[in-house]
């Protein structure tokens, strides 16, 4: 069958293998910046078309809110991963949007910045392009946050499967580029992972870790934090401390198999502790895509989140229940919506606030996948930090050229 659409607006960036998106649908759901938000289970955004080339010339280099004007027409294709799809022999011209990478301002002086960034299996072998631009990111764009929760930091000798695990050279690296691009001298902490037992790219042994100014924040290091060591709460007379400073939670626990460990750090803020959960959950690996023949599609990966999430929840009433007052926010990659089970288990018992709840549901989104705007990204905080100011900064997942796949976020606290 020969389809076509005409004027439309592009909802999914050009890929590394020649294919974007389009939506035949333009009043589905859109964002402010151009694109389609997945906002539930029940709505797909069926307008999404994926555009391919049957065509000699090359191919548009579109980002999310450009246009094709005119006509794109071609044979009706179909996949189990894209979807419906037109194998362009007509392509539309591209009408350049001029889409910006956003900036969010920077704290004052009463106000705890913390962030979280994937910086998508970043390691000494990129080229140093890459760490220059997630730097400018983070200096720019992000106005330097106090703390920086990263993900997919890989080992220092990246994806070679040769036995290593410490990731020095990597954290280095960056905070160099930091530092040329005019932000702070930050300091970093994290846990070397057991070798290949934390997913990921193979050999690459992805973690997560913490990067802090020490000008602005300081860290309570308690020793004993190895890879292998469960965190526990200490009562020390109505407040809740750390018993190992950084430590892991449960990392021995089924719920972890093959997948990255969260990292719990104990932070001081003028005075005040600030517990600080980084996350990166299991993938979506092996779920079914929505436009599947399998209807309604099986998200069999939520189980093992659901149980990840189980046990940061956890975690967090244990600090809640030495000391209600207790300040913790919860951060990083969770791979799973706002509307998730994931998610309602990692707020079970009204621990913790997702904070992508308080924007517009228009602004939900830290990830484009397939033409889709979604939320996999998050910030939680406890319900003693009700003074907050959230933004995701959108610098990557509507591009083209990106500097990794996901947008990163922050929120300014006064604790």
Not at 197 to 203: K, T
């Given at each position: 069958m020969r389809v076509q659409v005409s004027g439309a607006r592009v909802v999914g960036a050009t890929t590394p293998y020649g294919e974007l998106f389009v939506t035949a649908d333009p009043n589905e759901h859109a964002t402010p910046r151009g694109g389609t938000v997945y906002g539930s289970y029940a709505s797909q955004n069926a307008g999404r078309v994926k555009i391919e080339s049957l065509l000699s010339s090359a191919f548009p280099v579109a980002d999310v809110g450009d246009v094709l004007a005119g006509t794109t027409a071609g044979p009706l294709d179909y996949d189990n991963f894209g979807g419906y799809g037109i194998q362009a022999t007509t392509l539309g011209t591209l009408t350049d949007h001029a889409l910006a990478p956003e900036t969010t301002r920077a704290q004052t002086a009463g106000e705890l910045a913390v962030a979280t960034y994937n910086v998508e299996n970043l390691d000494p072998t990129d080229p140093q392009s890459k760490f220059d631009r997630l730097a400018a990111g983070i200096v720019r764009n992000l106005a330097s946050p106090d703390v920086v929760a990263l993900e997919e930091v890989q080992d220092n000798d990246g994806a070679t499967d040769g036995g290593v695990v410490a990731a020095d050279r990597t954290y280095a690296q960056l905070i160099a580029a930091v530092t040329a691009?005019?932000?702070?001298?930050?300091?970093?902490?994290?846990?070397?992972?057991?070798?290949?037992?934390?997913?990921?790219?193979?050999?690459?042994?992805?973690?997560?870790?913490?990067?802090?100014?020490?000008?602005?924040?300081?860290?309570?290091?308690?020793?004993?934090?190895?890879?292998?060591?469960?965190?526990?709460?200490?009562?020390?007379?109505?407040?809740?401390?750390?018993?190992?400073?950084?430590?892991?939670?449960?990392?021995?626990?089924?719920?972890?198999?093959?997948?990255?460990?969260?990292?719990?750090?104990?932070?001081?803020?003028?005075?005040?502790?600030?517990?600080?959960?980084?996350?990166?959950?299991?993938?979506?690996?092996?779920?079914?895509?929505?436009?599947?023949?399998?209807?309604?599609?099986?998200?069999?990966?939520?189980?093992?989140?659901?149980?990840?999430?189980?046990?940061?929840?956890?975690?967090?009433?244990?600090?809640?229940?030495?000391?209600?007052?207790?300040?913790?926010?919860?951060?990083?990659?969770?791979?799973?919506?706002?509307?998730?089970?994931?998610?309602?288990?990692?707020?079970?018992?009204?621990?913790?606030?997702?904070?992508?709840?308080?924007?517009?549901?228009?602004?939900?989104?830290?990830?484009?996948?397939?033409?889709?705007?979604?939320?996999?990204?998050?910030?939680?905080?406890?319900?003693?930090?009700?003074?907050?100011?959230?933004?995701?900064?959108?610098?990557?997942?509507?591009?083209?050229?990106?500097?990794?796949?996901?947008?990163?976020?922050?929120?300014r606290l006064v604790p």
């Open positions: 691009a005019g932000g702070p001298a930050y300091q970093y902490r994290q846990i070397d992972p057991v070798d290949d037992q934390d997913g990921g790219e193979p050999g690459g042994n992805i973690r997560v870790g913490f990067l802090y100014n020490p000008a602005r924040v300081s860290f309570t290091d308690r020793p004993g934090g190895t890879s292998t060591t469960a965190v526990s709460v200490v009562n020390n007379a109505g407040t809740a401390a750390l018993s190992v400073s950084p430590g892991r939670i449960n990392p021995s626990d089924p719920a972890w198999n093959a997948s990255r460990k969260p990292l719990v750090g104990e932070f001081t803020f003028q005075g005040r502790t600030v517990f600080v959960v980084a996350n990166h959950f299991t993938s979506k690996g092996g779920d079914q895509p929505l436009y599947s023949r399998f209807q309604p599609p099986a998200r069999s990966s939520e189980t093992q989140r659901g149980q990840q999430a189980a046990q940061v929840n956890g975690f967090v009433k244990k600090i809640l229940a030495v000391q209600p007052s207790a300040r913790v926010v919860v951060l990083g990659d969770l791979n799973d919506f706002e509307f998730s089970g994931t998610v309602t288990t990692l707020t079970s018992g009204g621990v913790l606030t997702p904070l992508v709840g308080t924007l517009p549901a228009a602004e939900r989104y830290t990830y484009v996948y397939q033409g889709n705007s979604q939320a996999i990204d998050h910030i939680l905080t406890s319900p003693a930090l009700t003074s907050f100011d959230y933004d995701i900064v959108h610098v990557n997942s509507e591009f083209a050229d990106q500097a990794s796949d996901h947008d990163p976020q922050v929120v």
